[in-house]
């Protein structure tokens, strides 16, 4: 079965930085996009996507301040998030498209889920 770990998340002050880490095993032929995601109370909303060309997309709040980066020998991305304020306050979860080593199509995956809290 396909996992996601991740890890990485903390405690940081304002200003400070974290470093995620999302590592996909399992049965896997090919990794196609992956995202991290912000969970807050009531919604769970994209902050950066990477394709497996390495194409990024963030959301607009983030911009200059997290990178988002993988390194598809590992099947593993990254979010590197520097200049930390307290809106980036959430859980932060990846996910992956993955073609199983016996499958035709892709399917989602989710990581559990790694708790980020800035204090002011």
């Known amino acids: 079965q396909v996992q996601l770990v991740e890890s990485g998340g903390g405690l940081v002050q304002a200003g400070g930085s974290l470093r995620l880490s999302c590592a996909a095993s399992g049965p896997i032929r090919t990794v196609k996009n992956m995202g991290w995601y912000r969970q807050t109370p009531g919604k769970r909303d994209l902050v950066a996507a990477i394709?497996?060309?390495?194409?990024?997309n963030y959301v607009e709040s983030v911009k200059g301040r997290f990178t988002i980066s993988r390194d598809n020998a590992r099947n593993t991305v990254y979010l590197q998030m520097n200049s930390l304020k307290p809106e980036d306050t959430g859980v932060y979860y990846c996910?992956?498209?993955?073609?199983?080593?016996?499958?035709?199509?892709?399917?989602?995956?989710w990581g559990q889920g790694t708790q980020v809290t800035v204090s002011s």
């Open positions: 996910n992956a498209e993955v073609r199983q080593s016996h499958t035709y199509g892709y399917n989602i995956y």
């Open positions: 394709t497996n060309d390495g194409t990024t």
